[in-house]
């Protein structure tokens, strides 16, 4: 099982990124995925989550900001994330939930001007 995620960097606030995570190793289709992130000094926290069958789910601090979607014809989680805030600022986790829970690597998203 891999995920792996991309898309990060830099952005000023009130800037637009979107990461993408390419899956491998399962199917993709048959499981819920999840971003999740990790602010600088503070625990991981959920973030959004996608269902098997496409309905969206978000935590409250990034409602009507970001927008979650999957392609399951190329195996990929995407997030993407407008007006973003300096409080956006963290490690951003591809997650595959389950009873065999997979993590990507992480990809960094900075929001500073």
């Known amino acids: 099982v891999q995920l792996v995620e991309s898309g990060g960097g830099l952005v000023q606030p009130g800037g637009s990124l979107k990461l993408s995570c390419v899956t491998s190793?399962?199917?993709?289709?048959?499981?819920?995925m999840s971003w999740w992130r990790q602010r600088p000094g503070k625990e991981r926290e959920y973030v959004a989550t996608i269902t098997i069958s496409g309905n969206p789910y978000y935590s409250n601090s990034v409602k009507g900001r970001f927008t979650i979607d999957r392609d399951n014809a190329q195996n990929t989680l995407s997030l993407d994330m407008n007006n973003l805030k300096s409080e956006d600022t963290a490690v951003y986790f591809c997650?595959?939930?389950?009873?065999?829970?997979?993590w990507g690597q992480g990809t960094q998203v900075t929001v500073s001007s």
């Open positions: 997650h595959r939930p389950g009873t065999e829970p997979a």
């Open positions: 190793g399962f199917v993709f289709r048959d499981y819920g």
